[in-house]
């Protein structure tokens, strides 16, 4: 069987994690095109996988005329996810978009439609799907352990972790921690619940300590071009509440900045039977024989951001070469879309917005 060509466009951060992806995947894939409008950085992921300078460009719409690219992983900044998607897709090439995403519903869906139009699949990188907890989860879900979950909330907080670069910069980002680390979070918990419809949103942003100026910063993930003197015009916290079609509602929280004493990953449901905690480690709470009762898996859940890089990767390469039905298609990307829109709205308005 031919390897699945791949055209990567974005070579920073979050790149690496694909590469490594398609790396486990030598059998059926192989990285063949990279592309990035800091053309050093092409040149430098390039020479890692002996890539010739004609199969190396610092421009979407040049590699995906390269006809014997069969996918395309689009790791660019926010603004920059529904060009090379659109430009991949309607060159005929399959997509793996990282998330967010686009920059809104308006242009999500018109991703979604240049994906049929195509005939191509378009997948969204929604990575927390891929990971051991989501899958425990959805197992318990589909056994009825909670019964009816009518409240979650999905918290993704940091006290000093902006990545910097152009993750604060609107233009380019299109907003801060909500569209960066909600998404994550509302994507992972909507899913779980069962992917219902959202029919209205009330959230509030806040920009009040921006990336904490002049306050060391003890690390975490950064931009490729994080540095000094970036532009911090986004929120720094978010926080909404989710209302969906069976009456289900999701809180949730996700900051930057925040006078809290530690970063914070909850996720939590709560059911007419049974609860549970996602992050960092699940645990399932109900009631046997009049007793509360807290319940921990002999089984690894913890969240390792690597492992779910390459199940999404894989997950990708399965639907191309197997068929195999989407797990995070493009039409849950326009529905999140939708939501974080909505939010914004909300937040800028100081009113419940609803969504069609
Ligand atoms: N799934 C996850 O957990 C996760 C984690 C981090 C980032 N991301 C997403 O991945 C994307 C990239 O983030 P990152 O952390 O790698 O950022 P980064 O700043 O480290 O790298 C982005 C790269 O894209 C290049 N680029 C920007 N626009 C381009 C364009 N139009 N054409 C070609 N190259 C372009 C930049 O020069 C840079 O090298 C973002 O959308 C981000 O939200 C996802």
Redesign the pocket.
């Known amino acids: 069987m031919a390897k699945i060509k791949i055209g990567i ?7 690496g ?1 694909h590469c490594a992806g398609y790396d486990r995947e030598a059998d059926r894939a192989e990285v063949y095109a990279v ?4 053309i050093e ?1 092409a040149k430098a992921l390039a020479k890692r996988y002996n890539i010739p300078d004609e199969r190396v460009f ?3 719409h040049d590699m995906v005329n390269l006809p014997e690219i069969d996918a395309v992983s689009v ?7 529904a ?2 998607t659109l430009a991949a897709l309607n060159a005929g090439k399959h997509v793996l978009c ?3 995403m686009a920059f809104n519903a308006k242009q999500a869906q018109e991703m979604k439609d240049a994906a049929d139009k195509a005939g191509k699949l378009l997948m969204i ?1 929604f ?1 927390r799907r891929y990971g051991n907890d989501c899958k425990v989860m959805k197992d318990f879900v589909n056994a009825d352990y909670f019964g009816d979950i009518y409240y979650a909330k999905a918290t993704y907080l940091r006290r000093h972790g902006s ?1 910097g ?3 604060s910069n609107i233009e380019l980002s299109g907003g801060g921690p909500l569209i ?1 680390l909600g998404v ?1 979070v509302i994507d992972l918990t909507r899913y779980i619940m069962g992917n219902h419809k959202p029919v209205s949103v009330y959230g509030a942003t806040f920009n009040h300590l921006k990336n904490r100026p002049g306050v060391s910063n003890s690390g975490g ?1 950064k ?3 994080a540095g000094s003197g970036e532009i911090f015009d986004v929120e720094d916290l978010a926080t909404a509440l989710i209302r969906f079609d069976n009456g289900a509602v999701i809180s949730v929280e996700a900051s930057f900045s925040l006078n809290t004493k530690h970063d914070k990953g909850d996720i939590e449901f709560f059911g007419t039977k049974g609860g549970a905690k996602l992050s960092p480690e699940l645990e399932l709470y109900s009631d046997v024989n009049g007793y509360l009762t807290n319940t921990q898996l002999d089984f690894p859940t913890a969240l390792s ?1 690597n492992g779910l ?1 390459e199940n999404e990767i894989s997950h990708f390469l399965d639907c191309i070469i197997d068929g195999v039905p989407c797990q995070s298609p493009a039409e849950d990307g326009v529905e999140i879309m939708k939501i974080l829109d909505a939010i914004y709205e909300s937040a800028r308005t100081g009113h419940e917005v609803t969504i069609d």
């Open positions: 466009v974005g070579n920073g951060g979050i790149c994690a592309c990035d409008i800091n950085r610092d421009n979407v790791c660019t900044w926010n603004n920059g996810h060009e090379c990282e998330k967010p990188g990575v990545p670069g152009w993750f960066d994550h993930y931009s490729a071009d951001f890089f």
